[in-house]
């Protein structure tokens, strides 16, 4: 049993969205008796962040939120995890394997925090993109077009949570992201041109660093 | 830089994209069909990024169905 944890913000819709189709990570976390730490909303902050990061030892996070380069942020934008001169905290990440569904940290965050001996970091290094629809911001959950980006980016964090390797979960990724572009194209070939480019842009921009091999044990 | 036979190609497309729906780049914002063909028209850096994957799907789309 390990100890697991993920950063939950929703101060607008794109975190809400995230954090809301995190609900299969936690349940995955509870079936495989992971302890679970969680910091949703408001609680998503730097010092809780950090609180957790040092008082708990983590051996997986998963950070949802906005990101650039250089930091990940939690509630209201916070940067919580930064390899920024203000913050530099990427030594937390060390031993971990992180996990982080942003913008852009797969560049300078990601080669940081292996610096400083993380175990494995996955991140993506551009701008991680989204389909959704605008008439369901207040129910992320039922929105189709955003179903397949969560259902695809969450396989790491599930894989991972159930004893595979990191190079395993991103495997499983791409199963998933084949069996969802075929779906897609076989169940409505309009709507996919919209959607599989942008699928297909998350994974060109998707970093694994670290030990490939590590596991959540 | 996008040629503009590409750019045309592009913009043809996102004619076609739903009115309900929108494209989310992080906290660069959310872009709906006239804000996206706005910035293609516009060459801007989300213009170009739009231009680079719809081109990078048609192309792996050609290599899927060969």
């Not at chain 1, 913000?9 to 975190?15: A, M, R, S, V």
Request: with cysteine.
């Amino acid at each position: 049993m390990a100890v697991f944890l993920i950063t939950l913000p929703n101060h607008d819709d794109l975190t809400d969205y995230c954090s809301k189709w995190s609900t299969e990570i936690l349940k995955t976390a509870q079936e495989s008796l992971h302890q679970t730490k969680k910091l949703e909303g408001s609680e998503a902050n730097r010092k809780n962040f950090e609180s957790k990061m040092t008082n708990f030892n983590p051996s997986f996070v998963v950070l949802n939120g906005h990101g650039n380069s250089k930091s990940v942020t939690g509630h209201a934008n916070e940067a919580i995890l930064s390899c920024d001169e203000s913050v530099k905290n990427e030594r937390l990440s060390k031993d971990k394997i992180t996990y982080i569904r942003a913008c852009g940290c797969g560049s300078e965050l990601g080669n940081a925090c292996i610096t400083a001996n993380c175990k494995s970091f996955i991140g993506y290094k551009e701008k991680f993109a989204l389909i959704k629809s605008k008439n369901m911001v207040s129910r992320p959950l039922d929105d189709e077009r955003a179903k397949p980006f969560f259902e695809v980016s969450n396989q790491i964090p599930i894989a991972i949570l159930k004893g595979n390797t990191v190079e395993e979960a991103v495997e499983k990724a791409d199963i998933k992201l084949e069996k969802e572009i075929q779906r897609l194209m076989t169940n409505d070939s309009f709507l996919a041109s919209h959607i599989i480019p942008w699928l297909l842009w998350n994974k060109t921009i998707r970093v694994v660093l670290g030990n490939k091999k590590a596991t959540i044990g | 830089m996008a040629s503009e036979e590409e750019k045309k190609l592009v913009l043809a497309r996102l004619a076609t994209m739903p009115l309900d729906m929108e494209l989310s780049l992080g906290d660069t914002g959310s872009f709906d069909r006239e804000q996206l063909i706005h910035e293609v028209e516009n060459e801007t850096k989300v213009g170009d990024l739009v231009i680079t994957v719809y081109m990078n799907y048609l192309r792996s789309f050609k290599q899927r169905v060969r």
